[in-house]
Nanobody
Framework: QVQLVESGGGLVQPGGSLRLSCAASGSVFSIGVMGWYRQALGKQRELVARIGRDGSTDYGDSVKGRFTISRDNAKNTVYLQMSSLMSEDTAVYSC???????????WGQGTQVTVSS
């Protein structure tokens, strides 16, 4: 089992920045890809960004050039640096970790990000 705990959400003004963190514990040796997803009110969950153990990354189209995902394998932590935030980025952001062999997905509890003046 893998447990994920997110932190760093909150209220930020349009154009501002915010950094999310997600710390993994438990069977961390089994973790392959880690990522961030978000779900806005009334919308489907969408990929924000994901990163492999080798540092390879993949971003959702709406955040390319504004968000950066990174990972510290020694700390079993993944980060999401968000810049140039817009109201459309308002959502619950959830961290995910995928078992490298079974492809089972583990999820954090989510953290609210609200972009508003």
């Amino acid at each position: 089992q893998v447990q994920l705990v997110e932190s760093g959400g909150g209220l930020v003004q349009p154009g501002g920045s915010l950094r999310l963190s997600c710390a993994a514990s438990g069977s961390v040796f089994s973790i392959g890809v880690m990522g961030w997803y978000r779900q806005a009110l009334g919308k489907q969950r969408e990929l924000v960004a994901r990163i492999g153990r080798d540092g390879s990354t993949d971003y959702g189209d709406s955040v390319k050039g504004r968000f950066t995902i990174s990972r510290d394998n020694a700390k079993n932590t993944v980060y999401l640096q968000m810049s140039s935030l817009m109201s459309e980025d308002t959502a619950v952001y959830s961290c995910s970790a995928q078992h490298s062999l079974t492809r089972k997905d583990y999820w954090g509890q989510g953290t609210q990000v609200t972009v508003s003046s």
